[in-house]
């Protein structure tokens, strides 16, 4: 099970966008839409910021959206503040009970 | 409130054993399906191991089979996870974490000495 392939970094500015990529193949996210997307401030638990693709959990604000095209998952927050500063993970079912991580982004504001 | 707590992290030599234990609560335990999830210090999340909500289903990680036990009590609402043979590169923060990966603990950090 290779890891899903997110960038290192990415970055933006006080109320803009920033979209955050998670690529796998078609036995995981291309096969399946149980992508899930999670938050992790350091030294902290992650935290589950939208599943199944696009759904949020309550009390995930709706700035936070996922959305999936062929074997790429994304990420999308807008309207940056300075708490959505943190590393984010997808993470893909990926068939016979097995899951994968992606490797892992790094957001700046 | 959904909680997981889990115990059992320490330091152990390579080659060794340890059990985590995850006590769960604020949900039904029974009805949910379970996973641990790893991250190595300054490194990603590994997802390890998935246990059904009866216990008759297991699956592991490539890089855990044939090492690592996952299984439950649900008259105690309490997940565990048996590691033996423990190596070097085990060395993380274990994570007990609910279906569909939506609630977490804090972790227990394992750590192997070589």
């Known amino acids: ?109 | 409130e959904v909680q997981l707590l889990e115990s059992g992290g320490g330091l152990v030599q390579s080659g060794g054993s340890l059990r985590l234990s995850c006590a769960a609560s604020g949900f039904t335990f029974t009805s949910f399906a379970m996973s641990w999830v790893r991250q190595a210090p300054g490194k990603g999340l590994e997802w390890v191991s998935i246990i059904s909500s009866t216990g008759g289903i297991t699956s592991y990680a490539d890089s855990v089979k044939g090492r690592f036990t996952i299984s439950r009590d649900n008259s105690k609402n309490t997940l565990y996870l048996k590691m033996n043979s423990l190596r070097a590169e085990d060395t993380a923060v274990y994570y007990c974490v609910s279906e569909g990966f939506h609630f977490w603990g804090q972790g227990t950090l394992v750590t192997v000495s070589s």
């Open chain 1, 1 to 109: 099970q290779s890891a899903l392939t997110q960038p290192p970094s990415a970055s933006g500015s006080p109320g803009q966008s920033v979209t955050i990529s998670c690529t796998g193949t078609s036995s995981d996210v291309g096969d399946y839409n149980y992508v899930s997307w999670y938050q992790q401030h350091p030294g902290k638990a992650p935290k589950l910021m939208i599943y199944e693709v696009n759904k949020r959990p309550s009390g995930v604000p709706d700035r936070f959206s996922g959305s999936k095209s062929g074997n790429t998952a994304s990420l999308t927050v807008s309207g940056l503040q300075a708490e959505d500063e943190a590393d984010y993970y997808c993470s893909s079912y990926a068939g016979r009970n097995n899951y994968v991580f992606g490797t892992g982004t790094m957001v700046t504001v």
